[in-house]
Every structure is written in C-alpha cells, then in structure tokens.
Nanobody, 116 residues
C-alpha cells in the first residue's frame, strides 16, 4: 500500500537547522510531484515547498525562500527539506504530499518546534 513516512523533526533553537525526510513506497515515486506542507496550531495548512517530477523545478513559500531547500532522490524514493535559519514561526507539523493528476497521498506528519 501507499506510504509516506516523514522523519527528522524535533526541537531546535532559533537560528538552527533541521533536515526532514519523507520516504515513499507503494507507488512510482519518480513521476509524482512532491510537496512539503505545514500546519501550525490554530492555522490552516500551508504549502512550504514543492518539487516537480518532470524537471526538478522548485517553488517555495515567500516565508521560507532563501532558508529552506527541497530536494528529491528518486533512487531512494525520498524527498528532503533542508531547513536553515529556523525561526519560532516555523513551528508546525510538517507533512509530505505526493500528487499526480487525481492521485493525492499524505504522510502522518512530523513535529518541528523552534524555541529557546
């Protein structure tokens, strides 16, 4: 069955870094667009970063541009989110999403907390 398993979340001080991973299985990872979303308490889920399956083009939310980098390794069926210069407002549950046409898969999320 389809699985997306996020890992790498945790507690980090402001200015610190984390790398999230999302391991995929049960579908042809290389032909799916992969996206990281996040949801903070009391807020709606928002797109953080997306990477195309066709040409690797990336898109970022304005709030993370220059600090976060999304990448994918099709050989390992894994998408990553490198997060640098973390701020308290980056605190949220981060979700991995795979999408192709009408197929849409989600992971269970990983908590990221930025606090001193």
């Amino acid at each position: 069955q389809v699985q997306l398993v996020e890992s790498g979340g945790g507690l980090v001080q402001p200015g610190g870094s984390l790398r999230l991973s999302c391991a995929a299985s049960g579908f042809t990872f290389s032909i799916y667009a992969m996206t990281w979303y996040r949801q903070a308490p009391g807020k709606e889920r928002e797109l953080v970063a997306r990477i195309s399956w066709v040409d690797g083009i990336t898109n970022y939310a304005d709030s993370v541009k220059g600090r976060f980098t999304i990448s994918r390794d099709n050989a390992k069926n894994t998408v990553y989110l490198q997060m640098n210069s973390l701020k308290p407002e980056d605190t949220a549950v981060y979700y991995c999403n795979a999408r192709r046409n009408f197929e849409d898969y989600w992971g269970q999320g990983t908590q990221v907390t930025v606090s001193s």
